[in-house]
């Protein structure tokens, strides 16, 4: 019986000393590289500043960025910006726009279907 004992002891010693750290190879952490600026930016329509909102807004992007509309809302909108350079057509309830360059400088749009619904984005060029 004692033989055994010895055994199943030297046997689990064995199976166990392979997973020392003498085996795994260096590793010396390193801090992560911060992730780069997306190339799409997402502006929610949203009840996050009451009803019928745009977050964020103002919404602040660089020139080489492309911006997306997420309608999070519970009804259609249809966006314009006031100078008229960009529509988005109808945005269905959880749908996206279709990503849409937009020059520097600041530009308002605003809501079609609901006139008082207004955003802003800030595009800062590429020496901002």
């Known amino acids: 019986m004692r033989v055994l004992s010895i ?7 064995v199976a166990t000393s392979g997973c020392g750290t003498a085996n795994q190879p260096d590793f010396t952490p ?6 780069a600026t997306s190339h799409v930016a997402t502006i929610d329509i ?3 500043n009451g009803p019928y909102s ?4 103002p919404a602040t992007i660089q020139v080489d960025q492309v911006i997306v ?3 999070g ?3 259609t909108h249809h966006l314009v910006f006031d100078d008229g350079s960009i529509d988005t057509g109808t945005l269905a309830p959880g749908t996206l726009s279709q990503p849409i360059p937009v020059g520097a400088g600041n530009r308002s749009y605003h809501c ?6 207004v955003g802003t984005v800030v595009v800062n ?3 901002e």
Not at 7 to 13: D, E, F, M, P, T
Not at 30 to 35: E, I, S, Y
Not at 112 to 117: D, K
């Open 46 to 48: 949203a009840e996050i």
């Open 69 to 71: 509309w997420r309608n």
């Open 54 to 57: 745009f977050y964020p807004s």
């Open 125 to 127: 060029s590429a020496s």
């Open 7 to 13: 055994g199943i002891v030297l046997a689990i010693y």
């Open 30 to 35: 390193t801090a992560p590289t911060p992730p």
């Open 112 to 117: 079609t279907i609901h006139p008082t619904m």
């Open 73 to 75: 809302d519970t009804v």
